[in-house]
């Protein structure tokens, strides 16, 4: 097994996966067996002194071909108990596990109450501090989503959690806007010491046959999360990780981790922690066995330590305009691999360039170079990997 451990925020770790702050954190004993089962550290479900009243049901859920979860969306707010218990819960999970990291992810009304619950989470013993500036589905005004989009806001609420503590806090960041760089930077302008990225995207999942989850008959925008916001997360921590003004920020990589080459992809982008959530709703915590070991067999095979795979992706991302633009890849069939299914052919005739020609009596496609443009379609839609890109 690699070594895992890696220094976020100041904070060392056992390995750089944390459970994020959700459902799955909820309760002490929840995460008392997170953190037996061998995750780094836990993002506690987020506390203030709003108490949500929460709707059932709240889940829904876009599948896969083979069932599982592409895209989770769910209603539920910050915590429905009450701010004490939250805090005493916070408080025994730090003396359980000294070695643990215990994270309280809080969300305020006011500069005043941001300032109280930077301080309270302090005098609990947590080790570090998340501002959900980001909850999509926030049923009080100032509070969530709407917080984040706004830069200003989001910089006054992290001066006055700096007036509250001198911990280190991340400001977590929401993926409902166009340039995710401006709330960041004024979240460090105010004081945060690093970023979390990203909070799940505003959407709806099923409408036509009756809204799902269906609440007396009604439905509301909420937040996306799961393997589908994946791709969006990554761009959202390339953007923070190549900002200039952001250079060398600590990153929390969040949005769509299910395996261990989902994680690589954050660290290789310039996240040093990554934080999981539908995953375990899904698998369970004993998902933390597989993301380990899967992340220490990658890292094996390409001969590196964690530190190195860190950021390694920034330099390949590039503006549009500096890409290769003279150069075509032709599609290579592997004749005794292709199962004859016509899948390449039908895409590109009726998606590409019209390229491919039917070998009818034989079942195979025959390339036509003069009309490829090397889009690749055909080796994407392959079911059975038979087409490669050549050179």
Avoid at 36 to 44: P, R, S
Avoid at 182 to 205: E, F, H, Q, Y
Avoid at 350 to 361: E, L, S
Avoid at 371 to 377: A, D, I, M, P, S
């Amino acid at each position: 097994m690699k070594d895992l451990s890696i220094t976020f925020c100041g904070v060392p770790c056992e390995n750089p996966f944390f459970l994020g702050s959700a459902c799955i954190t909820a309760t002490e004993d929840m995460c008392a067996r997170a953190l037996e089962a061998g995750w780094g550290g836990i993002v506690f479900k987020t506390i203030g002194f709003y108490r949500a009243h929460e709707v059932s049901p709240r889940f829904d859920a876009v599948r896969t071909g083979g069932g599982h979860f592409e895209s989770f969306r769910n209603l539920e707010q910050i915590s429905d108990k009450a701010l004490d218990e939250n805090l005493k819960a916070l408080a025994h999970l730090k003396q359980r596990f000294p070695d643990k990291v215990i994270v309280a992810s809080i969300m305020g009304e006011t500069e005043e109450e941001w300032e109280r619950l930077a301080r309270l989470a302090e005098e609990a013993g947590v080790d570090l501090i998340e501002c959900n500036f980001s909850c999509p589905q926030m049923a009080a005004e100032a509070m969530g989503a709407d917080v984040g989009v706004n830069a200003e806001l989001v910089g006054t609420f992290c001066r006055a959690v700096r007036r509250g503590t001198q911990l280190r806090f991340l400001a977590k960041m929401t993926p409902n806007i166009t340039d995710i760089t401006l709330p960041a930077r004024a979240a460090m302008a105010g004081g945060a010491d690093g970023i979390a990225a990203i909070n799940t995207v505003k959407s709806l999942t099923h409408v036509a046959g009756g809204v799902v989850p269906s609440v007396g008959g009604h439905s509301s925008i909420s937040g996306l999360s799961g393997r589908a916001i994946r791709p969006i997360a990554l761009r959202f921590v390339h953007d923070i990780a190549s900002c200039p003004e952001l250079a060398g920020v600590p990153i929390s990589g969040i949005g769509g981790i299910t395996t261990a080459m989902d994680a690589l992809d954050f660290l290789a982008l310039g996240a040093t922690n990554l934080q999981v959530v539908t995953a375990v709703m899904e698998y369970g915590y004993r998902i933390i066995d597989d993301l380990a070991d899967g992340l220490s067999r990658l890292l094996d095979a390409q001969g590196a330590e964690l530190k190195d795979v860190i950021g390694s992706a920034l330099p390949e991302i590039v503006p549009c305009d500096a890409l290769d633009r003279q150069t075509i890849r032709y599609p290579s069939f592997a004749q005794e691999g292709c199962i004859g299914c016509g899948r390449c052919y039908v895409s590109c005739e009726d998606g590409g360039h019209q390229a491919i020609h039917w070998q009818k009596d034989r079942r195979r496609p025959i390339l036509d170079e003069t009309r490829c443009v090397g889009c690749q379609l055909c080796r994407l839609v392959c079911p059975v990997g038979a087409i490669e890109a050549a050179g």
